[in-house]
């Protein structure tokens, strides 16, 4: 089955690549490589390549050294090793934001949006299972389903919430980081699902936009000076993702864009302009990936610091 395109998404497409269009939607119709992060709290990954090799054939991420490119992949979930928490199940573009992010050894980290957990385990990953991250959403589905990958994975400094992430403003904690991967119209993840084109229109993606400034400004309102947040999407549309950073820019002096670079990674720069809209040009240093760029999902990536 071909994905079904919009007339409307098209035209905004086209204004986004130009005479890239056909690439995109060329690599839409082609299915995401299986990708897999190791989890460095259980297993070493030498140990885990010498398990699943038994069975798949291997390849490593050019980019991350826990990341995994595993070929006929499609039973993954089904092994011991999934059950055991060796390994995580997760698109290679998802793995950015929490490098991104750079959590360290005892920092206090708030995960505004975690559910299911694959950024809010790698995040505990890379903290080695020490300081606290407080990981929240806002549904019970949700959290059971971030409650188990926490547990399969041996996640041990994590505190789970449920509530509207807004209500955070109302919170009297101080975080060194803050991840906002905020709910989106998802138009990066059409190789994974094409009913994201059936869902798709500009009504959802204005309400999501109004959504996502209140959440990055509740993130930003959390974050110690001197602190790191990252937003983050899986969708394309500027108004989800350069408007908002640009929102957040021009009501905080002391936000600040910081530029992302990860080495072996195709990497666009933030768009200034969309529709009769200028943003700020510390927009440019906001990332966009396409899914033809690494064989990846769509995503869009913001490091914002508190001056």
């Not at 190789?191 to 209140?214: A, C, D, E, F, T």
């Amino acid at each position: 089955m071909k994905p079904q395109f919009k007339e409307k998404f098209l035209e905004r497409m086209r204004k986004l690549l130009g005479d890239e269009l056909e690439v995109f939607l060329e690599i839409c119709e082609k299915y995401l490589p299986t990708t897999i992060r190791v989890n460095t709290l259980k297993i070493r990954k030498e140990d885990l390549v010498e398990r699943l090799s038994q069975k798949y054939k291997i390849k490593e991420l050019e980019w991350y050294e826990d990341g995994l490119i595993i070929e006929d992949g499609f039973s993954l979930g089904n092994t011991i090793e999934h059950a055991l928490g060796y390994f995580y199940v997760q698109e290679a573009a998802s793995m950015i934001p929490p490098l991104v992010l750079k959590p360290r050894k005892n920092d206090f980290v708030l995960d505004l949006c975690a559910a299911p957990g694959s950024k809010t385990t790698q995040i505990a990953q890379l903290m080695e299972n020490t300081g606290l991250i407080i990981a929240n959403d806002i549904r019970i589905d949700r959290i059971k389903a971030l409650t188990t990958n926490l547990q399969r994975c041996g996640v041990s400094n994590c505190v789970v919430t449920m509530m509207n992430g807004n209500a955070f403003r109302n919170v009297n904690l101080e975080f060194d980081k803050v991840l906002v991967d905020a709910p989106c119209s998802a138009e990066g993840a059409i190789r994974k699902n094409y009913n994201v084109l059936r869902m798709w229109n500009l009504r959802m993606i204005k309400g999501l936009s109004r959504l996502q400034k209140k959440l990055v400004e509740t993130g930003f309102m959390r974050l110690k000076e001197g602190g790191r947040l990252v937003y983050s999407t899986c969708t394309l549309a500027p108004e989800e993702n350069e408007e908002v950073v640009d929102f957040l820019l021009r009501k905080y002096e002391n936000a600040e864009v910081e530029k992302v670079s990860l080495k072996g990674l195709r990497l666009r720069k933030g768009i200034e302009e969309w529709e009769g809209k200028k943003f700020s040009n510390e927009v440019r240093r906001c990332v966009r990936i396409y899914p033809q760029d690494n064989d990846t999902e769509g995503f869009f990536i913001a490091s914002i610091v508190k001056r």
